[in-house]
């Protein structure tokens, strides 16, 4: 089980994150939503180990993560928000580094990532470099080297962004396949839709404050209203429709 | 009074820059500066302020440096009178046109990916209502106004510093006048040249070669213009005396360095050429307007087959076979998944990244330009060849070389490489495990060690048989070993993914030490060398300097407080002032 026990993470004298608690148990797929600055990616750094909390812990099992921090990272597989790798190495070169930096065995590796590029349509492409490579193909290479070892915690931070109908499609599959496997996931997105479909759970941030929690049924059913509602109701101190009449009387202005 | 001049220059600018096209040409002046291409490369993406005086450092401090040479007290007291100083002044003119040609050439070479619009331009100006050909203009407006401004800058300081050196031998302001004229239109021209000549070249490239193998392609051919310019700089301590010596018909091999045109015209304005510098005076004026028509011809069709057609060029290129030739050798050496994991990395960024490719060829470059001296300078006063491979110079060669190359990787491997990706190794590697510096001394001792084992130790088994052989190969190889572990004394970082080092204190002390080192490690040990070969036993000399240089750099690491060897990924100032933060 995956724990955070009262996270706090400041930043001088701004906190980004305050007095976060909450569990990811194995089979949980825990989406994470909230507008921006809400503190999702700061949530997101400590979970992953990243960034140490200011106050506060994230546990693994019942151990601090920080204690052992590299056993952690070995049964973790993460999705950074942004596509960042080094353009001038090909995908497989690429994906053949994290696969020797988590220790997996040469032959199991080359197996796996012969197979992966496959299946994400990546593998006639594999010894062009990343420069070369659109968004979705990046994002993909990152899907790959986030799964190959076969981790027990998966942290997705917008992974869709990039990515085409079908690969998006097999990827919010993907995601219940890993919650029906026993894994652990937590999936930060900005789209409701695919949180509210791949999700068993939600956890709703505002201004570093988890607002709700619960999960995506208990949420709709409290509130009587689609995630989407819900997550406006809670979130949003603006109304959408004036502030989109503005717009259009701003644009149309001389 | 100054304000006069200013105000309607800066109103001008602010209404020009309000213009679509003044907006474009501000944008190109911009991203020349501050880095182009499809890569985010980021760390040494300086300012335009600090590019611009980073240019102009090198001209200033040379003219300082010059005062030692003409101040009439320090010639008084060495009881020099009466020179001539405009033959005084020759071979420091010529290193100053060569300087200008190298500085504005290798910041050309250096932006050569910028200088040209790329797709992040297209995609983001092209949909806007501009037409092409206004990009065109505006691109070209830059890349002229930068030209110009390079040029001035590089030369600024030593159009004013260095006549006022050479003038102090006079007391004339005239002589001052004409001599500061002569010299200023000599520099800049040459400065305007070479990056005329870069320029042409790129837009040549670009003119007749299809996309994927200008990409290629373009990587050698900057090589070879930074190695030209290391040898063009090379050649100023041999050149102006040859030239002004040359008495009878002009020399073939002036025409190859451009450098001589320039100082023949500056000779020939003071009227001090003779007939064969006559000749070369009269090529720079009809070469920079022929390399004018090139570049704007060649940039021209470069840009109508490269920019208007970016979206015609696949982003995509075809699949490349792979190659592990490397890879059984290497798994006897790399042992932990951590070295089996960035070593490739450390080599592959080596090889293919722009930035530090260019650094390495220069280095290499350099390294050339003193080893094919030190050969010269071994068959100069060799009866044999048998002498000449036993003189200090032929044994300093791999010495040379393995230094340049030990340090430059060193300095390469602070310069960083995409460091918004370094967030992989931030995530996977253990900051406890100390193995930064076992893997940057195999990437070192790979790089170095085999150029003594595949060139020297051959050609000594040749020429001196095995024994000479394998005592040459093994100092060099110990030696190299040894430094390798000086340099490397406190490293703890992968290489490329920490943020570039600030300006040190201590920056000036390490360059002393850095040329120091050379002495101690070209120079000297290949000079005990050639006198232990005689006889070997004196070789045991060396030991006690290897013990200590063992010892060294052990014992500082051992020493090393454990916090202060953890795996960083940014280099922090040191602080004057350290805030206790006690209310945290």
Redesign the interface.
């Known amino acids: 089980m995956l724990e955070a026990v009262h996270l706090t993470k400041r930043y001088a004298s701004l906190a980004a994150v305050q007095d976060l608690s909450f569990s990811l148990r194995a089979g949980m797929v825990l989406g994470c939503l909230g507008p921006n600055g809400s503190g999702k990616s700061t949530t997101v750094k400590m979970l992953?180990?990243?960034l140490e909390p200011t106050r506060g812990v994230v546990q693994f099992d019942g151990h601090n993560i920080q204690d052992n921090?590299?056993a952690y990272?070995k049964r973790l597989g993460?999705v950074?928000e942004?596509a960042?790798?080094?353009?001038?190495?090909?995908g497989?070169?690429y994906l053949?580094?994290?696969g020797?930096?988590?220790?997996m065995a040469s032959r199991t590796l080359e197996t796996k990532l012969d197979s992966l590029l496959e299946l994400f349509s990546l593998h006639?492409?594999?010894?062009?470099?990343i420069?070369?490579?659109?968004k979705g193909?990046r994002q993909r290479i990152l899907l790959i080297?986030a799964i190959m070892d076969n981790p027990d915690i998966f942290i997705f931070d917008e992974p869709l962004s990039g990515l085409d109908v079908a690969s998006a499609l097999i990827f919010k599959n993907l995601v219940q396949a890993l919650g029906q496997q026993g894994k652990l996931v937590f999936y930060c997105s900005h789209v409701l839709e695919v949180v509210e479909k791949v999700c068993s759970d939600v956890l709703i941030l505002r201004k570093g404050v988890v607002i709700a929690q619960d999960s995506v049924a208990n949420i709709g059913q409290i509130l009587g209203q689609s995630l989407e509602n819900t997550f406006l109701h809670l979130v949003d101190d603006v109304d959408t429709m004036s502030v989109a009449r503005d717009i259009v009387a701003v644009m149309k202005a001389a | 009074m100054i304000s006069l001049l200013t105000d309607p220059i800066r109103h001008w600018w602010e209404y020009y820059r309000q213009r679509p096209f003044g907006r474009m040409v501000e944008l190109f002046v911009a991203r020349i500066f501050r880095g182009g291409g499809?890569?985010?490369t980021e760390g040494l993406d300086l300012g335009i302020g600090l590019a611009l005086t980073l240019l102009a450092l090198p001209g200033g401090f040379v003219s300082i440096l010059l005062l030692d040479k003409y101040g009439t007290l320090l010639q008084w007291m060495r009881g020099t009178l009466n020179l001539d100083p405009l033959l005084m002044s020759v071979p420091d003119e010529y290193f100053f046109i060569v300087l200008s040609m190298a500085v504005t050439g290798a910041a050309a070479v250096w932006r050569w990916d910028a200088i040209f619009p790329d797709r992040r331009d297209y995609m983001n100006l092209v949909p806007l209502p501009i037409s092409t050909r206004t990009i065109f203009l505006a691109n070209l407006v830059a890349v002229l106004f930068l030209a110009g401004l390079i040029a001035l800058d590089v030369n600024a300081a030593s159009c004013l510093l260095f006549p006022m050196v050479v003038g102090a031998t006079q007391n004339k302001f005239v002589f001052f006048a004409k001599f500061a004229a002569v010299h200023a239109v000599g520099v800049v021209l040459a400065s305007i040249f070479a990056f005329l000549a870069v320029f042409s070249m790129l837009g040549l490239l670009m003119a007749i070669l299809p996309p994927r193998a200008l990409r290629r392609i373009s990587a050698y051919v900057r090589g070879m213009v930074v190695v030209y310019l290391v040898t063009l700089l090379c050649t100023s301590f041999a050149v102006p005396d040859k030239l002004i010596r040359t008495r009878g018909p002009l020399p073939p091999w002036t025409l190859l360095f451009p450098s001589c045109w320039f100082l023949s015209l500056c000779q020939s304005l003071r009227g001090r050429a003779g007939p064969a510098q006559m000749e070369l005076a009269r090529l720079p004026l009809p070469g920079i307007a022929v390399l004018t028509v090139v570049a704007l011809g060649c940039y021209a069709i470069g840009y109508h087959r490269h920019f208007v057609r970016i979206p015609e060029i696949a982003?995509?290129?075809?699949?490349?076979?792979?190659r592990s030739r490397m890879g059984a050798l290497l798994a006897l050496v790399l042992q932990t998944?951590?070295q089996?994991?960035?070593f490739?990395?450390v080599w592959?960024?080596l090889v293919?990244?722009e930035t530090h490719r260019l650094v390495l060829t220069g280095i290499g470059g350099l390294g050339l330009v003193l080893a094919s001296q030190a050969l010269m300078n071994a068959f100069a006063g060799a009866k044999s060849l048998h002498q000449a491979a036993l003189s200090p110079e032929a044994l300093s060669i791999p010495f040379i070389l393995t230094f340049l190359i030990i340090i430059g990787l060193r300095m390469v491997f602070e310069i960083p490489?995409?460091l918004?990706?370094n967030?992989?190794?931030?995530?996977?590697?253990?900051a406890d495990r100390q193995e930064c510096q076992s893997l940057a001394r195999k990437v070192v001792l790979t790089l170095a060690l085999p150029l003594v084992l595949t060139i020297a130790f051959p050609a000594y088994v040749y020429l001196e048989g095995w024994r000479v052989a394998f005592l040459h190969a093994l100092l060099v190889g110990i030696w190299s070993v040894l430094l390798t572990n000086i340099v490397l004394i406190r490293f703890r970082k992968v290489p490329f993914t920490c943020t570039l080092p600030v300006f040190k204190q201590h920056s000036i002390v390490l360059l002393l030490s850095v040329c120091f080192g050379y002495l101690l490690y070209a120079i000297s040990t290949p000079e005990f060398e050639s006198a232990a070969l005689a006889e070997p036993l004196r070789m045991i000399g060396l030991v006690p300097v290897a013990a200590v240089a063992w010892f060294v750099p052990h014992r500082l690491d051992q020493s090393t407080i454990e916090i202060e060897r953890k795996l960083i990924f940014e280099e922090s100032a040191t602080r004057t002032v350290e805030a206790l933060r006690l209310s945290d």
Not at chain 1, 100 to 103: A, I
């Open positions: 992953t180990g990243l921090l590299q990272r993460y950074p942004e960042h790798l080094y353009p001038y190495l090909t497989w070169e053949e580094m994290v020797t930096l988590r220790s006639p492409h594999r010894h062009a470099s420069g070369t490579y659109s193909m080297a | 499809d890569s985010d982003a995509v290129t075809a699949p490349m076979p792979r998944p951590f089996k994991g960035c490739p990395f592959k960024t293919r990244s490489v995409e918004r990706s967030w992989i190794f931030q995530l996977m590697l253990d």
